[in-house]
């Protein structure tokens, strides 16, 4: 998981997926992926083509600008926020209350602490990039926006 800055687009690629192979206990799933080449839009939200190599045919995807990135970032933190709040006031509420009190306390303040923390991962994480949903659901299912990871074939230990 990566902080992604919200002034430019970051290395994110059109993803065009090959298969995957099932093991006993894990998935591995096999990507193609092209680059988009457009920039963040001064205001509003961009859709743009992007060109997928596998099925030679181009991809609807939208690209959010600076300003509705940091708008969906400030909701997310208006999601963690609470979240962890709350889980803490439950925890503190279960902690003071005589005999141990109910384990509902204990319960409610886990579950603010997973909503926070889904949140803060997804407000540090996300670029915003995505397939537009105006795509054929056969294309969505293909085709994602992923981060670029590093070459790990040419990588010298």
């Not at 995957?20 to 743009?48: F, L, Q």
């Not at 990135?69 to 999601?79: C, D, E, N």
């Not at 609470?82 to 209350?97: D, H, R, V």
């Not at 319960?107 to 949140?119: C, D, M, P, Q, R």
Request: charged fraction near 15%; proline fraction near 6%; include cysteine.
């Amino acid at each position: 998981m990566m902080f992604h800055p919200i002034e430019s687009v970051p290395a994110v690629r059109l993803a065009h997926m090959l298969g995957k192979t099932e093991r006993v206990r894990s998935t591995t799933y096999h990507y193609m992926t092209y680059p988009i080449n457009s920039p963040r839009p001064a205001d509003g939200v961009a859709t743009v083509r992007a060109y997928c190599g596998n099925c030679d045919t181009t991809v609807l995807v939208t690209i959010p600008s600076a300003g509705e990135m940091q708008k969906l970032r400030l909701r997310r933190l208006a999601v963690a926020m609470p979240g962890l709040i709350f889980g803490i006031a439950m925890i503190a509420a279960y902690n003071s209350s005589i005999g141990g009190g109910n384990g509902l306390w204990v319960l409610f303040g886990i579950i603010g602490f997973i909503v926070a923390l889904v949140a803060f991962s997804m407000w540090w994480s996300d670029h915003g990039v995505r397939v537009s949903k105006s795509e054929p659901v056969v294309s969505q299912g293909m085709h994602s926006v992923r981060t670029r990871q590093p070459d790990r074939t040419n990588a010298r230990s």
